[in-house]
Nanobody
Framework: QVQLVESGGQLVQSGGSLRISCAASGRTFDIYSVGWFRQGPEKEREFVAGFRQSGGGTYYPDSVKGRFTISEDSGKDMWYLQMNNLKAEDTAIYYC????????????????????WGQGTQVTVSS
């Protein structure tokens, strides 16, 4: 089993930056892919960033490309999502998710591709 805890969410002004964190514990040695998702009010959960453990490849949808960056601190089993130039539409609960599979293409954005989820951290962007 793997446990995930997200942190760092807060209220920020439009145009500002924020880094949120995901800390993992447990059987993390069989994790191959990491994703960040978000879910805004009355919206479906949306993929915003992916990180492939082998090789460190990163993946982003067009909605956040160039503004969001996913990274890891492998020595601490932690992953981060750096968000720049935040907009009001980025307001959401942000979730970290881990997969025991190496993800490619459209599988990155499918919630069923992930085995473990955190409880989420709220990010609110004021306009």
């Amino acid at each position: 089993q793997v446990q995930l805890v997200e942190s760092g969410g807060q209220l920020v002004q439009s145009g500002g930056s924020l880094r949120i964190s995901c800390a993992a514990s447990g059987r993390t040695f069989d994790i191959y892919s990491v994703g960040w998702f978000r879910q805004g009010p009355e919206k479906e959960r949306e993929f915003v960033a992916g990180f492939r453990q082998s090789g460190g490849g990163t993946y982003y949808p067009d909605s956040v490309k160039g503004r969001f960056t996913i990274s890891e601190d492998s020595g601490k089993d932690m992953w981060y999502l750096q968000m720049n130039n935040l907009k009001a539409e980025d307001t959401a609960i942000y979730y970290c998710a881990l997969s025991s599979s190496t993800l490619y293409g459209s599988f990155w954005s499918e919630t069923t591709s992930y085995d473990y989820w955190g409880q989420g951290t709220q990010v609110t962007v004021s306009s």
